[in-house]
């Protein structure tokens, strides 16, 4: 592709960036846009899916019956895709690219978050179990069924290898989504990701840390001074009371969440840019073929933020309200997968797919898609309908 077939559109690319005129290409062949670098396009094939729009409806820590203030699967996607165009633009790199695998990169989830998620794995032991990543792979390549011309997206070879790559190198036997979609094209499973696709999967920890904080004080899971036994959480709440004295409870919450969130962006810039400047990359290729991650936390932020992590797995994600909640949604996901695996022609009439009902694992495939394409209500809806006697349709 010649290097002057996209005009300027912003600022200018590092040469360890993912350069748009460099792309590896597509699954299938298609004419570039006249207007739109492929990475733009490819952020704007997700926007336009209805795998993006069914995140509004999908829990990360709350279901939408606790309320409408806290984050769902969408509100996280989209702080995520903020956070990775201001960290890409600061180290030079691919701000379309980032942005698009941010806002990706949980379409996979099931209803109900880790508790939906956990259900689904279990049922689906037998055949290799489920994962939100390979979900998402899933989706932009298959399931998401729009265009006239081929299945799925149709992204590039950078969104696809940093959708694979969330969580670093592929090691070892890879999933069978994986493996399937590696006879088609070389994904490169044992080098680093693109320097966008890591900086996607940080600020993805970034986000989540920082709102799950102000989403469980406003919830009333902790307090501060309960927080403020965090070493990192500490000394962020030390500095707002000596700048503002005692604030209200909102207030305090979301200045706790933009402190937490610009401490750990400015700590990982400045640990990348220490890494940059010691491998100094000369190519997108040069970061792939990096013996480790160029972008991270500094060792000592890394620690302290794996103690926050313990802190809200301890008081939020395993506070008895949360596990009730959790509870009740992997019921309805079980009783949904042992129904429909049990009597598959209660599937919808578009999901009765002939070639994919005949052996138990393909049927148990199948319908793990269906289930985990469900929003929360269609979830709960699907299970009133299936089991409560009142309600026909």
């Not at 998620?117 to 279990?122: G, I, K, Q, V, W």
Request: aromatic letters at 8%.
């Amino acid at each position: 592709m010649p290097a002057d077939r996209f005009r300027f559109r912003g600022p200018v690319l590092a040469e360890y960036a993912s350069r748009p005129e460099a792309s590896r290409g597509r699954l299938h062949q298609e004419p570039e846009a006249e207007e739109r670098t492929p990475h733009e396009r490819d952020r704007d094939r997700i926007l336009h899916s209805g795998a993006f729009r069914k995140l509004r409806n999908k829990t990360q820590v709350f279901m939408f019956s606790e309320g409408d203030y806290f984050r769902t699967r969408l509100t996280h996607s989209l702080e995520v895709a903020q956070i990775t165009r201001s960290l890409c633009r600061s180290l030079g790199l691919n701000e379309d690219l980032g942005e698009a695998l941010a806002l990706a990169h949980d379409f996979g989830h099931t209803p109900f978050g880790h508790a939906g998620e956990h259900a689904l794995d279990t049922a689906l032991e037998p055949y290799g179990g489920f994962d939100h990543n390979d979900q998402t792979l899933r989706l932009v390549t298959c399931l998401e069924q729009r265009y006239a011309a081929f299945d799925g997206l149709n992204l590039t070879w950078e969104c696809l290898e940093g959708l694979i790559k969330h969580n670093g190198p592929v090691p070892g036997t890879p999933s069978r989504t994986v493996a399937e979609l590696a006879l088609r094209i070389n994904l490169d499973l044992r080098n680093q990701a693109s320097a966008e696709a890591q900086v996607a999967s940080v600020a993805d920890d970034i986000a989540y840390d920082a709102h799950d904080i102000e989403d469980g004080l406003r919830a009333g899971l902790f307090d501060v001074e309960v927080l403020s036994s965090v070493p990192l959480a500490s000394a962020i709440v030390d500095a707002i009371l000596s700048q503002y004295g005692k604030l209200e409870s909102g207030r305090m919450a979301h200045e706790i969440y933009r402190h937490v969130t610009d401490m750990l962006c400015r700590d990982l810039l400045a640990e990348t840019r220490r890494r940059l400047a010691a491998l100094r990359p000369d190519s997108a290729e040069a970061v792939r073929a990096a013996t480790g991650p160029l972008v991270a936390f500094s060792d000592a932020v890394r620690e302290a933020d794996a103690v926050l992590k313990t802190f809200l797995h301890n008081h939020m994600y395993r506070h008895y309200k949360v596990n009730r909640m959790a509870t009740k949604a992997s019921r309805v996901v079980s009783e949904l997968f042992e129904l429909l695996a049990e009597r598959p022609y209660c599937l919808p009439g578009e999901w009765q797919i002939e070639d994919r009902l005949g052996t138990p694992e393909d049927r148990a495939l199948l319908i793990a898609d269906y289930i985990a394409g469900m929003t929360d209500r269609y979830a709960l809806l699907e299970h009133r309908r299936l089991f409560d006697l009142e309600t026909i349709r």
